[in-house]
């Protein structure tokens, strides 16, 4: 299985932010859209990744005084991204080794998608039940 497969399984959409909004202003976002991270764009660029853990971490170590400073202060600036032609295999490795849980998907120096440790395991485990399925009606036939 691929990206591409993957981004048209569960749709492309990408909530983003801009780096001067305010960490507040982005937790709510979170809040709303019920996701674990955005992508911080400017001018169609991708220039960080903001997760719910850089926020609790950030208030961890500056108070809730971090709420009101700006995104940019906190992101991680370098982003490690995937490409439509990559497998879950691929994001797997990428995701374990880089501890992180997010892939923001590029191509053509563009946003296409995001990828969440969510969904590989959702695609992994889904593959590994219509292999069972599969093994399950050979036996059963043979």
Do not use: W
């Not at 991708?46 to 926020?55: A, F, N, P, V, W």
């Not at 991680?76 to 490409?83: H, K, Q």
């Amino acid at each position: 299985m691929h990206v591409r497969q993957l981004l048209e399984s569960k749709g492309n959409d990408v909530v983003t932010c801009r780096p001067q909004m305010s960490l507040h202003e982005v937790a709510v976002t979170l809040s709303e859209h019920r996701i674990g991270a955005v992508v911080v764009t400017e001018d169609a660029a991708i220039k960080g990744i903001l997760s719910e853990r850089d926020i609790v971490s950030a208030v961890a170590r500056e108070g809730a005084g971090a709420l009101s400073q700006p995104v940019a202060n906190f992101m991680t600036a370098r982003v490690r991204i995937c490409r439509m032609h990559h497998t879950t295999d691929d994001l797997m490795e990428m995701m374990t080794n880089e501890r992180f849980r997010h892939l923001p998907v590029e191509e053509d120096g563009k946003l296409v998608g995001i990828i969440s440790i969510g969904d590989v395991v959702k695609r992994r485990i889904a593959e590994v039940q219509n292999e069972a399925e599969a093994i399950r009606e050979y036996v059963t036939q043979g």
